[in-house]
């Protein structure tokens, strides 16, 4: 899948994917684990108000079927990363 996580305070954005054995239920359960996954834009916005993850909104953009390679899911993850500039402006550091 890929998804969205909004910043509902700033409206950064954050466009990720998950894929393999755990898919997006895993992802987002490490996401909940340590109120950032992993992300370096979010982990920043967490250094100066760690309460700032009651303001991540989490949706999702797009779900494939369980025989989609990785590569067609992170494709589409950096085809949405482009269309919402979440790069340039948004919690996407790569």
Do not use: C
Request: aromatic share 12%; proline share 1%.
């Amino acid at each position: 899948a890929v998804y969205l996580i909004a910043d509902k305070r700033n409206g950064a954005l954050y466009v990720g994917s998950a894929y393999g054995e755990g898919g997006l239920l895993s992802r987002w359960a490490s996401y909940v684990q340590s109120k950032h996954g992993g992300n370096k834009g979010m982990k920043e916005v967490l250094v100066s108000s760690p309460e700032r993850y009651q303001d991540f909104q989490f949706s999702i953009l797009q779900v494939f079927s369980k025989t989609a390679t990785s590569e067609e899911v992170i494709q589409t993850e950096m085809l949405y990363k482009k269309k919402l500039l979440t790069t340039m402006y948004g919690m996407n550091r790569n």
